[in-house]
């Protein structure tokens, strides 16, 4: 039995009934991180000796009858910005490649707790600014389904590992498509949770309004068993809400017969690859076919979403970025003045996306342009988000293409401007908070995985997935 | 459009040094990026209040309770720079 195929659902049970150990199933993980990460470099920090240890506690708990949850024993990955005793976090930057974290994100301790196994920490853009990795101090990770190509980013080595079946699942951040974007490069489905859902606690920040913590696995299912586990309030994080944790694997159950899903007419704009596009309209069959209604709606707003974004996050980053400093932790050089601890340490550790992105936001919130940038760029936020909140009084989600096209090749988008236009799909969900979820539906003509996107309103994660697990299964029979 | 100088002046409020060839660069790429944010002049936004956070919540607060830091000695043990009397030594700033 080749177990690395199965689904995390699926070895979770043969695992619960004693078929097969954690030690077996880790075992079969770590050979493909050993096989394949060296071309692929989806993997900062393997974590092998770890995995074991933690797969043989898995293995007792079972004996003794004390499995913690559908997680236990599981192999995962931690995208390198989540912070973990056991291994260095380095968020793929130079400032940070030696930082021993002395504490647990709050979504790593609950995974812990409930019995995950760490295979290791994943690669990512430096500090996840980017749509490629290839702004990782690392280097780039690659597609498993095409080398020459990238994995997509930010969270591109976690989509990367679980694609080449390095682990059953992982964590990643979507901060303006740094899940999705990425999950549909690589074949895989991934969950941008709505703002608030998922504790950012212990998660290296990129832009605290917009910043999420979210999973991303072979199947809806599997992420829904993965959301269960790090979904809720977290008192360390003020900006989780206290709303009740649905049990997501049972509602996947429930049929889509009666739901309306509208198919925004903004998303569908020049410049979309054809493969793309024949892929959400088989989604669309699909959907039908599940008797779903589908309706045209509007989105008028939408190509806003871009510049609103790089004038917003650059500026919450330009803050963020401020606690490295060279002094309390991270790469420090050792300077006469403290203005040139500053400096030096910063210049020398922090990568070019990074600095443009600082130089973006400082100017932005800087005195005689707050008003133009910043202030215009908040209320046209406002704009943005109304548009989803009208949307949903009509339908109960949105179908629409992840990205404009599958994976591209490495070098490929070497403007920035360009790269920024990766995520024109994915960012406007960022800045309403609500959520959304890219689902594997196809191939391109090279062969390349094409994902589809579902959004949903804020804390309907159970509807969105449920609506993935449906497409999923579909699409699986179809093939 | 931004200038060479404007440039080097939001890196030095940024705290980072560049190169005369990276103010080259950085100058370049962000008056492209600074165009493509004009767009957004196109938009009516006169009587739209500011978006700043998405969940509504408001006012979280939380008992200020004391409690003890078990992290104390490894945060000191992070740091790059010189340690000492339990304190992190820097450069004279007054």
Redesign the interface.
Known sequence: MNLTSLSLAELSELFRSGKVTSHEITEAFLKNVEKKNPVLNAFVTPTPDLAREMADAADSRRKNKELRSPLDGMPIALKDVVCTREARTTASSKILEH??S??DAEVWQRLKKAGAVLVGKTNTDEFTMGASTEHSAFGVTRNPHDTTRVAGGSSGGSTAAVAAECCTGALGTDTGGSIRQPSHFCGVTGLKVS??RVSRWGTIPMAS?LDTVGPIAKTPEDCALILQVIAGKD?KD??T?DKPVPDYQNELKKSLSGMKIGVPKEYFIEGIDPDVLKAVQKTKEILKHLGVKLVEVSLP?T??G???Y??VAPSEI?ANMARF????????K??????????????AG?GDEV??R???G??AL?AGYYDA?Y?????????I?QDFDTTFEQVDALLAPVSPTPAFKIGARS???QM?LEDIFTIPGN???ICGISVPVGFSKEKLPIGAQILGP?FAEERILRIAHHIFQNIENNI | M?SEK??RH??K??????SDS?VKK?TS??G???D??Q???K?K?DH????????G?EN?S?LDEVKMCE?EE??L?????QIESHS?K??K?M
């Open positions: 930082f021993q002395p504490y703002y608030g309004s008192k003020s900006t809400v707003h190509e806003y871009v510049p609103v790089y004038i330009s400093d060279g002094i309390r932790f991270g790469l420090g050792k300077e006469r003045t403290v203005e040139g601890i500053y400096e030096a340490s910063r210049s922090i600095k443009r600082i130089l973006i400082t100017y800087s940038f202030r215009k760029a908040q209320k046209v936020r406002t704009l988000k403007n920035p401007l920024y800045l309403a908070g804020a | 931004i404007e440039v939001i890196a409020l940024a705290r980072i040094k560049l990276e950085f790429e962000l492209d990026i600074l493509f944010f767009k957004l002049q938009v936004t739209v209040a500011e978006t700043s956070q998405v969940t919540l979280i939380r992290y490894v945060l043990e992070c740091s790059p720079q992190i820097v450069p700033i």
